[in-house]
T-cell receptor, first 118, second 114 residues
């Protein structure tokens, strides 16, 4: 199997606080994880690529100081939304890349985290 | 630039009828194509992928997809739809260099009517 978990599944916080979301690959090691944001009735927007042991690579337009990513081990990446505001409310999904060999790699997605900032 | 298009926002089909969810792509080089399904408030579940080989790819839950190079399409199909297939379906293409990012289509909502 290839199971990816996220914690928490749902979080409500006050404006100005920081929220940490964890993404774990439960039965495989993932040198690369990805963080997506999904707006209502919209597709997934890639926010950043998280590489184990190195800095994350952010997509254009994504504030790296606001969305802090840490990939400290081969099974865990965290996304911290700093000084959250209501416009940060969204569904955040992570994925982990399971490398089989060469082009056979596939991304497996976590169940998502619903963030609501009041 | 690599891109994926899903021309239909929603597809309605009667239970038991065949279903098709369309996807076209634009890539440089050989395409790596994927289909994922998303149920409400859930992450994406992998259905199937095309890397190379047979143009007809079989995946989970009875779904299959046909890779058509001349039409640059990768339509998702199922011979007999179930009400439980109702969900949001995403087609994706993987970039062929760098960190192998996925580029997703806008999604197609499938509604299977009993």
């Amino acid at each position: 199997g290839a199971v990816v978990s996220q914690h928490p599944s749902r979080v409500i916080c006050k404006s100005g606080t920081s929220v940490k979301i964890e993404c774990r690959s439960l039965d495989f090691q993932a040198t690369t994880m990805f963080w997506y944001r999904q707006f209502p009735k919209k597709s997934l927007m890639l926010m950043a690529t998280s590489n184990e042991g190195s800095k994350a690579t952010y997509e254009q337009g994504v504030e790296k100081d606001k969305f802090l990513i840490n990939h400290a081990s081969l099974t865990l990446s965290t996304l911290t939304v700093t000084s959250a505001h209501p416009e940060d409310s969204s569904f955040y999904i992570c994925s982990a890349r399971k490398i089989v060999q060469g082009p056979q790699e596939t991304q497996y997605f976590g169940p998502g985290t619903r963030l609501l900032v009041l | 630039a690599q891109s994926v298009a899903q021309p239909e926002d929603q597809v309605n089909v009667a239970e038991g009828n065949p279903l098709t969810v369309k996807c076209t792509y634009s890539v440089s080089g050989n395409p790596y194509l994927f289909w994922y399904v998303q149920y409400p408030n859930r992450g994406l579940q992998f259905l199937l992928k095309y890397i190379t080989g047979d143009n007809l790819v079989k995946g989970s839950y009875g779904f299959e997809a046909e890779f058509n190079k001349s039409q640059t399409s990768f339509h998702l199909k199922k011979p007999s739809a179930l009400v439980s297939d109702s969900a949001l379906y995403f087609c994706a293409v993987r970039t062929t260099s760098g960190t192998y990012k996925y580029i997703f289509g806008t999604g197609t909502r499938l509604k299977v009517l009993a």
